[in-house]
């Protein structure tokens, strides 16, 4: 990814958790130093020593969050066997058991990208990268299947994937990841039913 990270200390990852929940729940821009250090029961220096600035906590904030979530998803891809319209249902399954355990507002990305749009911004290419990486990961499994059509059909999947995960989070109507998982597995079960004919 080519983004600067730091080292964590103790008092460091205290910082970063205090950091990760304020985020998340109150937004970005809302949450000033002076309350990370508080609730990581640090001193502004020792949070300016560890970390630098707070783009830097939002870089490890994003970051780490974007670890998280490709462990969680490959970690469910390893259950399931290759080749199979399955292993794209698992993503979506996948997807909804962390939006039920850790992401009950949405995605983080989505919500960090409704801040943080410019590209010069060093957590910018974590977002889009996270973004970059699903794209990557439906190709690869749709290529598996239907190999003729697996760049577009993993676009139709990205798109299905993150409006379930925005869907989520507004909470309009109920089971939107499952919504879109079952009309995604109609969407392979056609193309691959058209590409054996």
């Known amino acids: 990814m080519g983004t600067r990270r730091i080292t964590m200390t103790p008092g460091a990852r205290r910082v970063l958790a205090a950091a990760s929940r304020l985020f998340y729940d109150q937004g970005i821009h809302a949450v000033g130093v002076d309350l990370i250090a508080a609730e990581a029961g640090v001193t502004k ?97 749709v290529r598996d299947i239907v190999p003729s059509r697996a760049d577009e059909l993993a676009r139709t999947l990205m798109l299905l994937h993150e409006g379930a995960m925005v869907a989520h989070g507004l909470r309009i109507f109920p089971d939107p990841i499952g919504h879109a998982r079952d009309r995604a597995a109609e969407l392979l079960d056609g193309a691959g039913a058209d590409a054996g004919r």
């Not at 780490?64 to 290759?82: G, K, N, Y």
């Not at 698992?90 to 058991?97: G, L, T």
């Not at 749009?117 to 996270?130: L, M, W």
Request: hydrophobic content about 40%; some cysteine; aromatic content about 12%.
């Open 45 to 141: 220096k020792t949070l300016y020593d560890r970390f630098g600035s707070k783009e830097q906590i939002v870089v490890e904030y994003l970051a780490d969050r974007d670890e998280r979530w490709r462990a969680f998803v490959t970690e469910w891809l390893a259950r399931t066997e290759p080749g199979s319209v399955d292993r794209v249902s698992v993503v979506f399954d996948a997807s909804k058991a962390w939006m039920t355990e850790s992401s009950p507002k949405g995605c983080s990305m989505v919500n960090a990208h409704a801040e943080i749009s410019d590209p010069s911004h060093p957590a910018y290419p974590i977002i889009t990268g996270q973004k970059e990486w699903m794209l990557a990961l439906f190709a690869d499994l």
